[in-house]
Every structure is written in structure tokens, then in C-alpha cells.
């Protein structure tokens, strides 16, 4: 092997066998790595050795890819015209990019590119191709949106920064490129708009990614649970989502997104409460049925935590609260059943929690047919048995209901948690537990922040005015949202401005 | 783990809406708790100009001295905690700790004296007397838990709460504010200076508890705006004390409001949501004395926390001048306390489960006390509920039990024991006396105080009485719902009467307490298997006055104002209804034949005529049976109220009640002697109707 340069890598030299050694070296038993020889120009006089993951290449010769096009063009020119037209790049490829030693080229190709070595030329080409397998762009699983558009995020996160760019066509979108992960390489990218993101937000998440060492990142969710502060809560300090459109809102509003190569899920920080509530249509519709649903999805998220709970309350302790006629019939709904009221309950949420489980991981199909045999038959023979109650039925699927309205999974999931919590504080302490539970919530909430922000804002001073917080429980009709929310750089809160307005005021 | 960075939000720093909100809900909580009490005791009707004056004087004071103070924080924007650690001579140091142990011994008393405070509410209104150790160790472990997560946090929450505590309760003052009798606001004047002044005194010092905020002040974003938050606070506290105190007043009246333990919660039990979602509200909305209570008591423990720091601080906290609440030292401590607090509350969770299931209860909707020789008879109906039928419920037959005992709480005691359920009084709806116990004062008494006594016995429970009221208790009487539903709607369905005509726990407990007052008690008897009223009987000043029948108790309503519309037939057999009644009356002195001074009460009642089959008559047919109509409903009127005094012996317009408000000097003559005064009285009532063109 040639000597090593200072950063203890493999310096590309001019003598071909030599680099096809080394590469071969670094690549030894990767029966997945390709390495090609072959002769190029017209009179076949210039070895090149191609390198490249299987299928991660398209076949060259058939395919009109940029490697197939380049390769056509050098085996067609003279021989003595390959090297010159390798070192000028005047093959036309616009991302070629010249790798200086062996360990570039190798970890280029490991991010999907085909390398390309060229015998007297003391570099190697990294040459995009179509390069790791993936999705392509779909529908999204959840986030789904009665208006707008559907389109999901893929696997790659150069796919994915593309379709936020497609987005938000505007040359003061950044995208910082990290890797992250010793042994995986992941690419991580930081995507913002130079003058809205705060500056102090940026050096702080790229602070946080240095801030650990792991040999692999496979999903944004592991990087998320690196780089929050609070760990210990059930609630999610970074947003998710699987949406670009919900992305490049984000963005707009000042705030950073992170995206992982191999994940769909991107992360939005900082992000509070009120964020989690809001749906992307919420914007695509009109702000009286926006408000109304956003409104109801606070409610489910309080509920989603509570009813259970507050039902062992009342029944067992404060019968008083009730309509007489309503309490007749849940004492009535009771006789027989043979567990106490918190066991039925627990029953019944776990039964609902394993049919949710067995619904994720069985095949699609099959999922309908679990909560068909979970709803109907569970449910109505469990009520037949008498071993739970017509009543609780009734409470575990309206709690059911409202978790899944919540728009955000990793966000509905804390109330799925605290939701037992508060189970066990009713049925030993009723309504005293109920307020018991409700006061810690609020005070680990109130504690709670993301990047600075906390997470109750825009219902707490957030420290910098409040004027753009008009977006919370309401949906404020279009004209009236004209500033951006407190994550944006202060100088640059207007985001929306009458042109007939001051055209009126200029021509009076 | 390592701090995090301050971007967006000022960490330690509390902005000026925060510590208004926080401060607010800090002095509402527990003067509404207190002071409606204490006011009635002292000041009875004036209370409001005591609450008024009381927080004028604390207002400004607070803001002078705040204002004051601000002026001295270094820096005043953005400035930490002043540091103790720079306390130059030793004297300053002494004189910095000596201030810091008093304050600490202060705060820590206060902060006693709100956890038995809060724990007592919880106790009478949420649990049994079985949980005083849980609550006791949950809320010091949650106040632990608030405090480790500082001020900032602290004030967050109530930030947040703020809204969803001030708006269901203004919608429930507003509800209960429809109940509301203006003339229990009379006289104004008359307690007295010395009580009033003492009033005046109480209140000042429950909003000089706004000192708290100069504590609060190092912790301020902007110092000087303090004050103004402050006085604020005051205000508005003031305003909404006022509002429930007038409303309270309206509803209960100072003798029952001094005796009730927390009006302003029973408040909330009386208060009826339309539409009936909730039969109850009390235990719902005790969650605003719970969360402004625990607001206080957090407040004691974290600036009492913060006076530990300045008396022992940490090498840390000494360097970063953030007393006992921040710093490594603090979070230790407060740690290990926490700690242990958890394994004591984990402890008592064991051994402290009181609950009972809905089918392990029993929930008598009609209770009969029917005659006895000695002690009770006291009879139970309640919905049999063993059906697998959900839809049975109320429909479902009553199962009868009557039990015989010394006093009441025994008589529950023993049908608890041989039902082996528990008897949940919730949701009560009918109350049968036998005619023998209401004539006796002293049992009644006995029975009322059972009712005050038990916190859970619904106070809008209707009221009857029964020649034999064990008779309906025998047996099941196929009324197709149960006893006690049955009795309600019997009452309830009647639209002529307004609903405040309908007597209940809560009006014989107003009589119990001042000794005054005037209800028709409806008096059933069993007609064909059911029972039914065949009349009423007036109670007036805890005393039976005798009976109004059926067919006059219309009368009796119109003149105590509880007539919605009245129907009935002429003596010439024309059928009328007169609507839209109005009422307006005024009590004056007219000298008597011995240069006494007689109290004269004139009534002018208004209404709209409505003739059936007025449209085949004549207009001037019309005008001329106004007249009669009028002529005949005013004479009826005036010997019936005559012979209720006479025959009786009763106010039937109930106007001692009203007499402050028509005539102070009056009042002032006859206050102490009711009977007196209804002997005197002469009323005299006017009735005029208005034809209503067809």
C-alpha cells in the first residue's frame, strides 16, 4: 500500500494498480461491492476501474443514467484525450466530485455514488447514480389531510430536502449537512431559512449532535432521544413528521428541521403544546371549521389522559355529580360484574392496548380484521360475560377515540402513558386524585422546554411578547396570522402584509 | 445534567401578567373560602363595604411599598436574587439571617395553616375522614415537586389555570346570581361601627397576604410595573369577593351564611346548571379553591425554601445568589425530602382505600320521617338496581326500609349495616314529614342540623308533609318510577308556580337559622294508590301554622311572589288566566289611634288578562269583566291574607323579611320582635289587570 497522508488516509495516485490494490484492500470480503476494469477510449488504451454497491448503480450500458452517459463518452473519444477529459470535467456530469484519497472514494460509494479511478489521473470520481435502494415518494401513513397535498417523505434524505425545496423555492433555505454515527455514516441534515431560524437555535442542536458518539444512527427517533433535555418526560421535545408540506411550514415559521438518511420522519424543533394540536390542513381550510376541529382535538387530548379516570371518580366517589336517572343505570350496568371498577377499566384499556399493538404488526388486512374481532366481538362478549360493564365499554372506546384524534402519534402516546396514571390516582383518591394528577402534569409542563421554549407557550409569556401567538386554540382567520410565531428571528416576525392596503394609503 | 442554554424564555424570571394571575388566584382562594364567613359574623349586610374599603387600603399600601422596593433591586431589569453571599459586616449578617429565620418561622406557619386548610376542604368535599393522611402527604410531595421546579414554573401553571378557574366559576356566579334576593341585601348600615371596623380590619389583612409579592420581586422581569401588578390583583379580588359575597347574601342570608363552613362551596352545591348535566357541581368546582389554595400554600413552602437558603447556604447557591429553592445543595435537599415523602404517601396508599362501587351503594331518593313515639322512625325508599337492564334505573321498583332510632345519623348507621350498603343521600329527591313531627319545634330542629351536618344530603331536596307518612313507605306503590322521582316531578311539573316556590331542605335550613321566613309545605295524601297534594301546609319561623288548601294555594303564591301565571274560575263561571305578574310593594308607618306607630303594607299586583273565549265577546263585554275580575281577585285576596293573620297567625306576604329594605325605622322598632310586628300589620293589596286585546 502507498503511505498514508497526514489524516492517515490512502492519497489516490497516479498509478492505477496501485489505488485498485488499496480499494480492493479497503473492500476485502464485500461480495456486495462491485469493482469493474475496464479499457476506455476509442482505442481501448486507458484502464479505469469503476466501484460501486450492487444495485445501488443502474446497469450502465442500458440505463440513460449520468455514469452510463459518462462512460459511453469517454470509451468513445481517443485514448489520449480520457485523462484530459476526466481532469477538466468536460464530460458534462454537473456533481462529479473529485476524491482526493482512497477513504473518501470508499465512503463516497458507501453513500450510494459509483466511483470512478482512471489510470494517470490522481484522483477519484464520485459519479451519482440512482443510488440506494428506497421508497419512493407516496402517500403518507398518518398525518393524513382532507385537503392538500398527501405526499409522504421517502427513505432518503436527499429526496427528502428536495421535496422541501420544491416547497420553498428560495435561496436562503440551508441545509446543513452532518454525519452522525462512527460506524453508519448517517447523513443528518439541518434544513432552515438563514434569516428566520435564530441563530442560538442552530448552534444549539448542531452543539447537541456533537454532544454524543454512537457507531449508528438507523431513525430520527434515536437522534431525537440524543439530543433532548428532558428525557425522563413522556412528552415528545421534538416534532415529527412524515409530511413536507407540515416541514416546510415549520420552516417558514423560523423553526429548524432535522432529517435522517434511512428515516421518513423528520423533526421539527423547537416545538410546544400548540403545535402538536395543529394538522396542515388546518391552514388549507377555512378558519371557522379549523377552529372548531382544533378546539375538539384539545379536548381529546385532555380526555385521551382523563375520562377513564374521572369515571372511577364519580361512580366510586362523587355519585353526586351525576343525574340520578344516569347513576341508576351505571349501578344497574354493574350488577354482576365481579371486578371492582378500576380492574374493569384496566381490563378493558389493556385489551384496547394489545388490539392496537397486534393491529401495527400485523399486515394491513389483517389489522381490519383485529379491530373487527377487538371491537365487536372482545368487546360485546366481555359485556355478555359480565365481566365488565356495558359503561366501561363505552369510556375505554371514547378514550380510544380521542387518542387517535390527536394528529401526532409520539404526542397522543404521553396521554396513552399518564392516561393508567391517572387511572390508579381516581380510583384511590376520586376527584382529589383527578386534581392531584392534573397539578403534577401541569407543573412537569410547565417546566418543560424545547430549545428554550416553553412548552406551554403560547398560553405562557414566552418572554418576548406575544403578539404572534394568535394561532393557539383558534385558528384565526387568514388576514389575521401576519406574524410569525416567537420561534422566529425578532427582526423578522411579519410574515404577511396588504399590498392594498398601502396601496390605498399611497394613492390617498 | 447540564443547564440548558436561555434562549426564548426568561429562566427565573416571572413577567408581569404571571405574578398578577399568580397573585389573583392566591388572595381569591382563600378570601372567598373565609372571608364570607367572617364578614357575615361581623358585618352581616355591610360586608361589602368592608371588603371594598379593606382592599383599597391594602392596594395602596401594597404599591407604595413595592414601589418602594423595586427602586432598591439592583439592575432592575434582568437582576438575580440579590446575593446574600456579598452581606459585608457581621452585623449585616446577622441582622440578614435573624430577618431570614423569622420570615422562615412565618412562612412555615402560614404554610401550616393552608395545608390543614386545603386538606380540610378535600376532606369535606372530595373524601372521608379515612384519607387526612394522604392528602396531607400527596400535597406536600406535590408542593415539593413545585417547588424543585422553580419559580418561573410556579408561575406558568397558574397562567395557564387562570382562565379555566375564573371562567367556570363567573359562569357559575352568574347561575346562582338568577337565585339571588335582592332584598337580603338590606339594611345596609347596621352592624354596627366597631363590627364594621373590625370587618374592615379582617380584610385588610387577607389582602396585605399580597406581601408575598415582595418576595416575589427579585424574581420579577420588570420591578418596577410590581406595584401596579399588585394593586391589580387587590382590585380585581375585591371585585369578584364582592360579587360572591352579594351573591351569597341573596341566597343564604348572614344567619345561615356564619354557620355554613365553606359558603362559597355550598354555593356551587345549590347552583343548577341547565339542562341537567350535572345534578351537582360542588365537587367539580372545588377544584378552584384546590388549585388557588395550593397556589398559597406553594408559595409558603418556596419562599420559605428560599429563607433556608439565605440561613444556611451551599457553597453553590452562596456563589450564585439563588437562596435555598435553586442550586445543587437545594435539589439535594429537596430530593431527599421528596423521597421520603414518596414512601410515606406509598405507605398510606395501601392501607387508605375507602371507595365504594355505584352497585355497593344505596341511593334513597325519597326519605320518610314518620310519626314516632320516641327517638325516629325513619323510612327509606330506594331504586332496586339488581336488574342486568341498564335501562331500568329510575323506572325500577323502590325497595322500603324503615328503621327505628335515637337520631338520624343512627338511623343511617343501622340501614347501612343491615343493607350492607353504603347509603349515598346525593341524590336525595323527597323529604315526607309526618305532620306530627313538623308541629314539633325541637325535632325539627334535631332533623334540620342532621341535614347541615351531613355534607352529603342534597339541600334542594323538595319538602312534604303527611298526615301518615309511613303509609307510602309500606310498600312498592306501582307508581311506574321510583317514590322519590315521583314526588319531585309532582312539584316540579307545575309551570303556574316559579321554582323558588318549591320548598326544600335548604328553605326549612334558612328557617332554622334566622327564625324567620314563611313556606308552603305541600301536604300529600294517597287518592287511588298514588299519592297526591291536597294542600299546604304554612311553616313559618320554624312553627306549624296550619293549612292552605289546594285550591287557595294559588293565593298564597301570588302574595309570595311565587305565582308565574294564575288560572281560575270567576265566580260567574268565566275561566281567566293572569299573566305577566308583577309585584310592587312598599311598608310604611301609619300612625295608630294610640300615637303608635303601625306598620302598613301596600301591595299592588299587576297582570295581564286573558279570557277564554274572549273572542265572541264585545269589547266593551271585555272591559266590564276586567273590572270584575279585578274587583273579585282583589277581595280574595285581601281576606285571605286577613285570615291567615287572623285565623293562622302568619305574615303570609312574608314581608318582615322585606322590611329593611321599605322602612328602616320600622325595621329597627320590630327587628327583635317579629310577632309583634306581625300583629300590628295591616296589609292592604291593590290588583289591577290589563286587557290584552285578542
Redesign the interface.
Known amino acids: 500500500m502507498t503511505e498514508k497522508n497526514t489524516k492517515g488516509q490512502h492519497p489516490v495516485v497516479k498509478d492505477i494498480r496501485i489505488n485498485i490494490r488499496n480499494y480492493q484492500e479497503l473492500f476485502s470480503d464485500c461480495s456486495d461491492i462491485k469493482m469493474r476494469q475496464m479499457l476506455l477510449g476509442k482505442e481501448m488504451k486507458v484502464r479505469c476501474m469503476i466501484a460501486y454497491i450492487e444495485t445501488s448503480v443502474g446497469n450502465m450500458m442500458l440505463e440513460k443514467s449520468a455514469l452510463g452517459q459518462t462512460l459511453n463518452r469517454l470509451c468513445e473519444i481517443p485514448s489520449e484525450s480520457v485523462l484530459a477529459c476526466v481532469e477538466e470535467n468536460s464530460m458534462g456530469i454537473s456533481d462529479a466530485a473529485p476524491m482526493d484519497t482512497i477513504e473518501e472514494a470508499g465512503d463516497g460509494m458507501l453513500s450510494g455514488d459509483a466511483i470512478l479511478f482512471v489510470d494517470g489521473y490522481n484522483k477519484a470520481l464520485k459519479i451519482p447514480d440512482k443510488g440506494y435502494p428506497g421508497k419512493m415518494v407516496s402517500d403518507t401513513e398518518s398525518e393524513k389531510v382532507i385537503r392538500g397535498s398527501n405526499e409522504g417523505f421517502t427513505e432518503s434524505v436527499k429526496m427528502n430536502t428536495a421535496l422541501i425545496r420544491k416547497r420553498i423555492r428560495s435561496p436562503k433555505v440551508k441545509v446543513k449537512e452532518k454525519k452522525v454515527g462512527v460506524r453508519s455514516k448517517t447523513n443528518v441534515d439541518l434544513v432552515y431559512i438563514e434569516d428566520l431560524a435564530?441563530p442560538?437555535?442552530l448552534k444549539?442542536i448542531e452543539d447537541r449532535l456533537e454532544r454524543f458518539e454512537i457507531d449508528g444512527i438507523l431513525d430520527s427517533g434515536m437522534v431525537e432521544q440524543l439530543t433532548e433535555?428532558s428525557w425522563y418526560s413522556p412528552f415528545p421535545q421534538f416534532q415529527t413528521t412524515l409530511r413536507p408540506d407540515r416541514a416546510a411550514m415549520s420552516i417558514l415559521e423560523g423553526r429548524i428541521v432535522l432529517l435522517a438518511d434511512n428515516s421518513p420522519a423528520a423533526l421539527i424543533l423547537?416545538t410546544d403544546y400548540n403545535s402538536f394540536i395543529q394538522t396542515s390542513d388546518d391552514y388549507y381550510n377555512r378558519w371557522e371549521i379549523a377552529s372548531f376541529t382544533r378546539l375538539l382535538r384539545y379536548a381529546a387530548s385532555f380526555l385521551a389522559m382523563v375520562l377513564p379516570g374521572l369515571y372511577l371518580a364519580v361512580?366510586?366517589?362523587?355519585?353526586?355529580?351525576?343525574?340520578?336517572?344516569?347513576?341508576?343505570?351505571?349501578?344497574?350496568?354493574?350488577?354482576?360484574?365481579p371486578f371492582?371498577?378500576i380492574v374493569e377499566i384496566l381490563l378493558m384499556e389493556l385489551a384496547f392496548e394489545l388490539l392496537r399493538e397486534a393491529g401495527v404488526r400485523l399486515p394491513g388486512a389483517m389489522g381490519n380484521t383485529i379491530g373487527i374481532v377487538g371491537g365487536l366481538i372482545i368487546g360485546q362478549a366481555a359485556v355478555d360475560a359480565?365481566i365488565v360493564?356495558?359503561?366501561v365499554v363505552i369510556v375505554v372506546a371514547f378514550t380510544a377515540l380521542c387518542s387517535f384524534a390527536i394528529p401526532n402519534e409520539e404526542f397522543a402516546t404521553a396521554f396513552r402513558l399518564l392516561k393508567f396514571a391517572f387511572i390508579f390516582l381516581c380510583?384511590?383518591?376520586?376527584?382529589?386524585g383527578f386534581?392531584?394528577g392534573l397539578?403534577?402534569v401541569?407543573?412537569?409542563l410547565?417546566?418543560l422546554?424545547s430549545?428554550?421554549?416553553?412548552y406551554?407557550t403560547p398560553?405562557?409569556?414566552?418572554?418576548?411578547g406575544s403578539k404572534g401567538e394568535r394561532d393557539s386554540l383558534i385558528r384565526p382567520p387568514a388576514w389575521v396570522l401576519n406574524r410569525r410565531p416567537?420561534?422566529a428571528s425578532p427582526g423578522e416576525r411579519v410574515r404577511l402584509r396588504r399590498k392594498d392596503r398601502n396601496q390605498k394609503e399611497s394613492e390617498s | 445534567?447540564e443547564r440548558?442554554?436561555?434562549?426564548?424564555?426568561?429562566n427565573r424570571?416571572v413577567?408581569i401578567?404571571?405574578m398578577k394571575r399568580l397573585l389573583f388566584l392566591e388572595l381569591f382562594g382563600i378570601s372567598s373560602l373565609i372571608l364570607p364567613g367572617l364578614m357575615a359574623r361581623f358585618c352581616q349586610t355591610d360586608g361589602i363595604f368592608a371588603i371594598a374599603l379593606g382592599a383599597a387600603a391594602a392596594g395602596g399600601l401594597i404599591k407604595w411599598l413595592l414601589d418602594q422596593a423595586a427602586g432598591r433591586i439592583p439592575g432592575a431589569e434582568g437582576a438575580d436574587e440579590p446575593s446574600n453571599g456579598k452581606a459585608g459586616s457581621y452585623g449585616r449578617r446577622f441582622w440578614i439571617k435573624s430577618r431570614a429565620l423569622l420570615l422562615l418561622a412565618l412562612f412555615c406557619l402560614a404554610g401550616g395553616f393552608l395545608l390543614f386548610l386545603l386538606t380540610a376542604v378535600?376532606e369535606n368535599q372530595?373524601?372521608d375522614a379515612g384519607?387526612i393522611w394522604?392528602?396531607l402527604v400527596?400535597?406536600l410531595a406535590?408542593g415539593g415537586?413545585?417547588i424543585a421546579?422553580?419559580i418561573e414554573?410556579?408561575?406558568?401553571?397558574y397562567?395557564?389555570?387562570f382562565w379555566f378557574l375564573v371562567i367556570p366559576l363567573l359562569i357559575m356566579l352568574a347561575i346562582a346570581a338568577i337565585d339571588v334576593d335582592p332584598d337580603y341585601w338590606l339594611p345596609v348600615f347596621a352592624c354596627g361601627w366597631k363590627n364594621f371596623f373590625l370587618g374592615t380590619a379582617i380584610c385588610f389583612g387577607f389582602f396585605m397576604l399580597s406581601l408575598l409579592s415582595l418576595c416575589m420581586l427579585p424574581f420579577c422581569?420588570k420591578p418596577k410595573e410590581a406595584g401596579r401588578a399588585a394593586a391589580s390583583a387587590i382590585r380585581w379580588t375585591a371585585v369578584l369577593d364582592i360579587g360572591l359575597y352579594l351573591i351569597l347574601l341573596g341566597i343564604f342570608q348572614p344567619e345561615l351564611l356564619m354557620s355554613l363552613k365553606y359558603p362559597a362551596i355550598s354555593l356551587m352545591?345549590m347552583a343548577q346548571i341547565p339542562g341537567?348535566?350535572?345534578?351537582?357541581?360542588?365537587?367539580?368546582m372545588?377544584?378552584i379553591w384546590?388549585?388557588s389554595l395550593?397556589a398559597l400554600f406553594n408559595s409558603f413552602i418556596f419562599y420559605g425554601v428560599l429563607q433556608t437558603g439565605r440561613i444556611w447556604p451551599g457553597k453553590k447557591e452562596k456563589k450564585e445568589g439563588q437562596g435555598g429553592a435553586g442550586g445543587k445543595t437545594g435539589k439535594i435537599r429537596i430530593g431527599i425530602v421528596l423521597f421520603l415523602i414518596l414512601l410515606a404517601a406509598v405507605a398510606c396508599?395501601l392501607n387508605?382505600?375507602g371507595?365504594?362501587?355505584?352497585?355497593q351503594?344505596l341511593?334513597p331518593?325519597a326519605l320518610g320521617v314518620p310519626q314516632a313515639e320516641e327517638g325516629y322512625d325513619i323510612s327509606y325508599a330506594w331504586?332496586v338496581?339488581?336488574?342486568?337492564?341498564?335501562?331500568?334505573?329510575?323506572a325500577?321498583p323502590d325497595a322500603m326500609e324503615t328503621f327505628k332510632a335515637r337520631s338520624l345519623f343512627e338511623g343511617e348507621q343501622e340501614a347501612s349495616e343491615n343493607t350492607d350498603r353504603v347509603l349515598?343521600f346525593?341524590?336525595l329527591?323527597a323529604l315526607v314529614l309526618d305532620t306530627s313531627v313538623l308541629a314539633k319545634t325541637g325535632k325539627m330542629e334535631e332533623l334540620l342540623a342532621y341535614f347541615i351536618e351531613n355534607e352529603?344530603m342534597?339541600w334542594n331536596t323538595c319538602v312534604f308533609v303527611m298526615d301518615d307518612a309511613s303509609g307510602i313507605f309500606e310498600k312498592d306503590m306501582g307508581l311506574g318510577k321510583s317514590l322519590g322521582?315521583y314526588l319531585e316531578e309532582l312539584v316540579q311539573s307545575r309551570d303556574d308556580r316559579k321554582e323558588k316556590a318549591i320548598t326544600t331542605i335548604k328553605d326549612l335550613i334558612d328557617q332554622y337559622a334566622q327564625q324567620q321566613g314563611t313556606a308552603l309545605i305541600p301536604q300529600l295524601s294517597v287518592k287511588d294508590g298514588k299519592p297526591v297534594i291536597t294542600a299546604y301546609r304554612v311553616y313559618s319561623a320554624m312553627h306549624d301554622h296550619g293549612t292552605v288548601s289546594a285550591k287557595d294555594a294559588w293565593m298564597a303564591d301570588l302574595l309570595m311572589g311565587n305565582a308565574r301565571y294564575v288560572s281560575l274560575t270567576l265566580e260567574d263561571g268565566t275561566y281567566i288566566t293572569v299573566n305577566h305578574i308583577r309585584i310592587e310593594r312598599s311598608i310604611a308607618p301609619a300612625q295608630d289611634g294610640n300615637n303608635g306607630r303601625t306598620p302598613v303594607e301596600t301591595m299592588e299586583i299587576r297582570g295581564n288578562l286573558e279570557i277564554s273565549g274572549s273572542t265572541v265577546m264585545s269589547a266593551k263585554d271585555r272591559q266590564k269583566l276586567r273590572g270584575y275580575a279585578q274587583e273579585q281577585i282583589q277581595t280574595m285576596l285581601n281576606d285571605f291574607c286577613a285570615k291567615q293573620r287572623e285565623q293562622n297567625k302568619v305574615d303570609i306576604t312574608d314581608s318582615f323579611q322585606k322590611l329593611a329594605g321599605y322602612d328602616r325605622t320600622l325595621w329597627e322598632l320590630y327587628r327583635n320582635n317579629p310577632e309583634a310586628y306581625g300583629k300590628k300589620l295591616h296589609t292592604d293589596i291593590r290588583f289591577s289587570l290589563k286587557l290584552l286585546t285578542a
Do not use: W
Not at chain 1, 361512580?315 to 360484574?337: K, M
Not at chain 2, 440548558?4 to 426568561?10: A, C, G, K
Not at chain 2, 414554573?153 to 401553571?157: D, G, T
Open positions: 435564530d442560538d437555535l444549539n433535555s423547537p361512580t366510586n366517589f362523587h355519585t353526586q355529580i351525576l343525574p340520578t336517572s344516569l347513576l341508576l343505570s351505571f349501578a344497574s350496568a354493574r350488577q354482576g360484574v371492582p371498577g359480565n360493564s356495558a359503561m380510583a384511590f383518591l376520586g376527584f382529589y386534581l392531584l397539578l403534577l401541569l407543573i412537569h410547565s417546566h422546554e430549545f428554550g421554549i416553553p406551554m398560553f405562557v409569556s414566552p418572554g418576548q416567537v420561534y | 445534567m440548558e442554554r436561555t434562549l426564548f424564555s426568561n424570571k413577567s401578567r404571571q378535600i372530595l373524601l384519607f394522604i392528602i400527596t400535597l406535590a415537586y413545585g421546579r422553580g414554573c410556579r408561575a406558568r401553571i397562567e395557564i389555570l422581569a352545591a341537567g348535566l350535572f345534578e351537582r357541581q360542588d365537587a367539580l372545588t377544584a384546590f388549585f395550593f396508599l387508605g382505600c371507595l365504594k362501587e355505584p352497585e351503594r341511593y331518593l331504586p338496581t339488581s336488574g342486568n337492564d341498564s335501562s331500568t334505573g329510575a325500577s349515598d346525593n341524590h329527591k352529603n342534597a322521582i
